[in-house]
């Protein structure tokens, strides 16, 4: 079964950093496209990074050049490395991935930052 278990968030003060794990099973890690998406109260769903399986990655207008995704295929597990962080950047940030037709989401990992 398809198990994604994001890790890594918390309370941090604005400019600080925080990285992001994502550690996957059940999936054929190395050939599949990896999300990060973020969820704000009140607000959608919306796509932070990708990553795709031959490394090629997208952002988010909001978060390039601050924030970096990453994979290590050895591990299963995917990174969302978070620089510069301000309050907008609060939310649930979830793992995602769409595996044989299927979208799979992690349970979500709570990251604040405070002003």
């Known amino acids: 079964q398809v198990q994604l278990v994001e890790s890594g968030g918390g309370l941090v003060q604005s400019g600080g950093s925080l990285r992001l794990s994502c550690v996957t099973s059940?999936?054929?890690?190395?050939?599949?496209?990896m999300d990060w998406y973020r969820q704000a109260p009140g607000k959608q769903r919306e796509l932070v990074a990708t990553?795709?399986?031959?490394?090629?990655?997208n952002y988010a207008d909001s978060v390039k050049g601050r924030f970096t995704i990453s994979r290590d295929n050895g591990k299963s597990t995917v990174y969302l490395g978070m620089n510069s962080l301000n309050p907008e950047d609060t939310a649930v940030y979830y793992c995602?991935?769409?595996?044989?037709?299927?979208?799979?989401w992690g349970q979500g990992t709570q990251v604040t930052v405070s002003s």
């Open positions: 995602h991935t769409l595996y044989r037709a299927r979208h799979y």
């Open positions: 990553i795709s399986g031959a490394f090629i990655t």
């Open positions: 059940g999936i054929i890690f190395s050939y599949s496209a």
